[in-house]
């Protein structure tokens, strides 16, 4: 009986860390890449001023991913590299693609620094997590004898992020990665309100950094 | 002793209202050295007291009061911003100058804040703060004469959660800081009033 409890509440824990996420992940290879140990790169939300851009939460989280676990590869953090390289990777100043780049690297100081600082690549993520519908019905009611919660509320997100690599010692576009992850999230309601949250931008992430390291450090053209 | 008690919850409840409802924020973030060529002149800068310590006070129906103090972080930002534009720079007191407080400098540049702003996200609808810093930028030549006057907008905006709304609008002024100054970094060096006053100031040299 006691056994039975205790897998019934792992059960029950695995469901809501979990939920259901199916994630698909694309590259593209335009130049040959390759890390020495020394090298470093950077992980760039690219900025918009309309209402949707790419999470801080999400290149904080492919930061902590990439810069960890297995194969691990040296980060220069955003903030950093933007201190270091004022005013020319602001929002509105930073280069929109190679051309732009190469023109930047025309300006007193600035290829002396992007060298000090050991930057090869820098990977330019754009992209979001947006709820894509949601449905069902939740009621709580609470009262003097008791109370509780009836019925299944659920919604969909889609998340959908892509990485575009920029190799700073030859001056090219060495590729792009996409992530794409959808998920259900359901809130049942069993007299106490259980979640079931499904996580895509955490799967997109997750899939986008190991993909990432693989593109880097694989010495393919 | 129990209209004491009562009296005290009222105190409390009233004092909780009021600290829930009002913003103080210090705004605080990095200064980075700007990645520019400086022009080979030599400047006095002119920041008023009130550049100095810019406070944006304001009572917004529902979301309470709000004090924001960037004064500080702009005013180390724009020393730090001159000190890379100019080749050499000089605090100097109110435009206009005597001659004799003019001597040694090719020109005066008095840079102010004309108006602060932000949107909370109970106000755009949208989800994040967003600051914008309206500045006024003022060059005058050696002879005390207005070379040129530009007005620049700042901008910046951070994502917002639950529990971090003073911060994200503390980081969103940080970016409309660095926004404002990137582009007097890049587009004042670049303007032809510019260029002809350091021709000028140079003795005719381009």
């Avoid at chain 2, 105190?11 to 600290?19: D, K, M, R």
């Avoid at chain 2, 404002?180 to 004042?188: N, P, S």
């Amino acid at each position: 009986m006691n056994l039975t409890v205790r897998m019934l509440a792992a059960l029950c824990v695995i469901a809501i860390l979990s939920g259901c996420v199916s994630s698909r992940i694309e590259q593209s290879r335009t130049a040959r890449t390759g890390m020495s140990s020394e090298d470093a790169l950077v992980i760039l939300g690219r900025a918009s001023y309309n209402d949707r851009e790419t999470e801080a939460s999400f290149t904080e989280c492919l930061n902590e991913a990439v810069g960890e676990g297995r194969d691990p590869l040296r980060l220069v953090s955003e903030i950093e590299f933007k201190d270091l390289m004022y005013p020319w990777f602001e929002p509105r100043t930073a280069p929109a693609n190679v051309d732009e780049l190469v023109k930047l690297f025309a300006q007193p100081g600035v290829r002396d620094q992007i060298e000090a600082s050991q930057v090869r690549y820098i990977a330019w993520i754009n992209g979001d997590t947006i709820t894509t519908g949601k449905g069902g019905s939740l009621a709580c009611t609470l009262s003097t004898v008791g109370g509780g919660c009836f019925g299944v509320s659920f919604w969909e997100q889609d998340a959908s992020y892509e990485a575009s690599i920029w190799d700073l010692e030859n001056m090219t576009s060495a590729g792009a990665i996409s992530a794409d992850a959808t998920g259900t999230s359901y809130l049942a309601g069993v007299i106490l309100p259980i979640p079931l949250v499904a996580r895509p931008g955490n799967a997109a992430c997750k899939a986008l950094a190991t993909q990432l390291k693989e593109f880097l450090l694989t010495e393919e053209s | 002793m129990r209209g004491v008690n009562l009296k005290s919850l009222v105190g409390v409840s009233v004092l909780l209202v009021l600290v829930s409802c009002g913003h103080n924020i210090e705004v605080e973030g990095t200064i980075p050295t700007p990645r520019i060529a400086a022009l080979p002149v030599n400047v006095g800068i002119y920041y008023s007291e009130e550049f100095r310590s810019f406070e944006h006070e304001e009572v917004i129906e529902d979301i309470g009061s709000w004090k924001i103090s960037l004064g500080e972080q702009n005013f180390v930002f724009f020393q730090r911003l001159m000190d890379s534009m100019f080749e050499e720079t000089q605090d100097v007191p109110e435009p206009p100058l005597r001659p004799e407080q003019l001597v040694g400098l090719d020109g005066v540049v008095v840079p102010e804040i004309v108006k602060y702003g932000f949107l909370t996200p109970s106000i755009s609808g949208l989800n994040f703060y967003s600051a914008s810093i309206h500045y006024r930028v003022t060059l005058f030549d050696s002879e005390g004469e207005k070379v040129h006057e530009w007005t620049i907008v700042g901008y910046g905006k951070s994502e917002t959660g639950l529990f971090n709304r003073d911060s994200a609008l503390k980081e969103a002024t940080v970016m409309a800081i660095r926004d404002g100054g990137a582009r007097i970094a890049i587009d004042i060096p670049r303007a032809a009033d510019v260029l002809s006053w350091v021709a000028d100031a140079r003795g005719g040299a381009s």
